[in-house]
């Protein structure tokens, strides 16, 4: 035998009979984590199988961290050598797990205990099998357990066990006590995998985004205090997170000017993303927001109502920006000797210079960002959203959101990556929290259930959390540009209800602000990208109390929050789309009905899986909408729904199941 021959039987240790394989959950083949939040279970499953004829058995393997204590769980078969297991999760931070298998010498030896027993065989000699099994427990076995093992072991040797086999091949107590103690000759192990688990917030969470220099009053700019005594309106909408755009000093040179004009005019204050001046860069505040007290002070009044901050990390630099004097290095020279300005041909952003990822002092370039993360962590924020990750390197991301959760793995990371699907789900992998998504162009009902299907019912579900967005300051969809009122009703339940994160940007969301730049654009006319805007909160047409009552329904059903198995049923109109969420432990469920024409009443025979969804076949059940208070009484799997969408383009109705021992059936959604 060659030695590399010797060396390959030494890994896979000779007498190992059994194949652990094909696991389930894993990312490319154990290369990323998947994702969970506290209060999740990591439900497991793997095929697990050996030669011949022996019982095989598996254990799922997990702790916490990758130097503590590893835990046991019993696997348990499903069909055709496929076995299943779980176990919780309890803390933020990474998990590790993997699966053991083994031969199971007790069980085929009590297995056939009892076929020899039916066939009226004499097992004296097997029994003496069976005591030597018990015997190597006993040696392992501690407390109680190895008494109650040592009688057996007696037992099994003794008169009676010859004269009452039966007892000894029927016992539960003996197989328990073996299943504690006894050891397997040997084992086989799979590669240990690892799951990130985040807090709650990061699976279910409504946002709410507001450009803090338009809090203003009687046309001045806006400040920090100004966003404060704006919280109380935020939080009374329902919301978890208030995201603000970039705070810091806006460059002047080539500053553009309103509707993104190439020439700015003096009193235009130009776009926030536009980073740097001689007042700071990243680690700064623009001078006319407030100071970073205010800052801090913002950061704990929010939480006081309920909200936590978001803050926007945008890795572009004005050419004012400190770093263009202090590090020039770490940006791309063009052979005039002139920086090179964002460029997206034939478009061109004389106000960005794009940083150099493939500079020779990548690594000072890379701790710096590092420390803009750092910076803000320091003064309180826990949540990011990170603008355009995907024109950043790819490694870069995995390095730097590995180095912050290490320390601070409660930290959350939103992309805003608007870009090939692929790249998107490497960023969620990188270790992105969650991830914009699609949905602000995906509009008709097949559009809608395939993307959704694709996203919650595929691997993709493991790793990747999309975060739903009807509008943002770059994105008026041409569908909310001719939908009127309806419309934003429509695309706010749909956004709210078919993921468990979801935001708007706000007030021109819950205002209907609908108008383009120009016929065919998504920019919005007289956008706050570029100038100030006074928000009339108290307009009698807003849709704050409809945001607020949806939300409300979110907070209270378990079915839409992050685990809520998504189901899409048949509504036999195409304008109409109906879909379930039920909870992970079935003990509560919604339906939502939307019509998605914003100009025309609606109707459609919907038809349910009733013993799915645990209706009664054989009689009426009511059906109460959440959103309006209205109650309907439904028979059978096939009803008949009408929306209006002018006055309630959508139900949301909720299932309450109940005990089949109770007399009284009733069904409120």
Known sequence: MSRNTTE????????????????????????????????????????????????????????FGDGGEWHHSVMRPLVNDRWTGEFPVDQVGEYQYKIAGWVDRFGTWKRDLAKRIAAGQDVAVELLVGADLVHAA?????????????????????????????????????????????????????????????????????????????????????????????????????????????????????????????????????????????DGGHKSIHPSLGTMDDFQSLVRTAQGHGLELALDIAFQCSPDHPYVREHPEWFRKRPDGTIQYAENPPKKYQDIYPLDFETDAWESLWQELKSIFLFWIDRGIRIFRVDNPHTKPLPFWEWVIGEIRRDHPDVLF????????????????????????????????????????????TSLREFFRPNLWPN??????????????????????????????????????EHGWSIPREPGSEEYL??????????????????????????????????????????FHEAENEQVICYSRTAPDQSDIVLVVVNLDPHHRQSAWVTLPMEELGLPIDRPYQMHDLLT???????????????????????????????????????YL
């Open 414 to 457: 939103l992309a805003e990556a608007f870009t090939r699907p692929k790249i998107m789900y490497r960023l969620a992998k990188a270790g992105f929290s969650q991830s914009y998504t699609y949905f602000a162009w995906r509009d008709t009902k097949w559009e809608l259930t395939k993307y959704f299907t694709d996203l919650t019912q």
């Open 526 to 567: 007289n956008s706050e990208k570029y100038q100030l805007h006074q928000h009339d909160l108290e307009r009698p047409d807003s849709l704050k109390d409809f945001i607020a009552r949806v939300n409300e329904i979110r907070r209270g059903s378990p079915a839409l929050a992050h685990r809520g198995v998504l189901k």
């Open 472 to 509: 943002t300051p770059d994105i008026l969809p041409e569908s909310l540009q001719f939908g009127g009122r309806p419309v934003f009703m429509t695309r706010l339940v749909l956004a709210a209800t078919l993921a468990g994160n979801y935001g708007i940007y706000g007030p021109p969301f």
């Open 138 to 278: 006993v040696e392992t076995a501690q407390g109680r357990d190895r008494e109650y093992l040592a009688e057996w072991d007696h037992r099994l040797r003794g008169d009676r066990a010859r004269q009452q086999p039966r007892e000894i091949a029927e016992s539960e107590e003996l197989s328990s006590l073996m299943s504690r103690w006894h050891r397997p000759v040997a084992t086989s192990e799979s590669r240990t995998l690892t799951a990130t688990v985040d807090r709650p917030l990061a699976s279910f969470s409504a946002w709410y985004e507001m450009f803090p220099r338009s809090a203003g009053k009687n046309g001045k700019h806006g400040t920090l205090k100004d966003v404060e005594a704006r919280l109380p309106y935020v939080a009374s909408m329902g919301f978890d997170v208030l995201y603000i755009p970039p705070i810091h000093p806006v460059g002047r040179a080539h500053r553009k000017g309103r509707n993104n004009a190439e020439q700015a005019v003096p009193d235009d204050v130009g776009s926030p993303w536009g980073i740097g001046s001689e």
């Open 8 to 63: 390959l039987f030494s890994e896979i240790a000779g007498r190992s009979r059994v194949v652990v394989e094909n696991i389930t959950p894993q990312v490319d083949a154990g290369r990323f984590p998947i994702k969970r939040v506290v209060g999740d279970s990591v439900a497991v499953e793997a095929d697990v199988f050996g030669d011949g004829h022996d019982i095989v058995a598996a254990a799922l393997l997990h702790r």
């Open 629 to 667: 208070d209205a109650r309907y009484l439904w028979h059978g799997n096939r009803n008949y729904i009408e929306l209006e969408p002018a006055s309630g383009p959508a139900h949301i109705f909720r299932i309450r199941r109940r005990s089949r021992s109770e007399r009284d059936f009733e069904y």
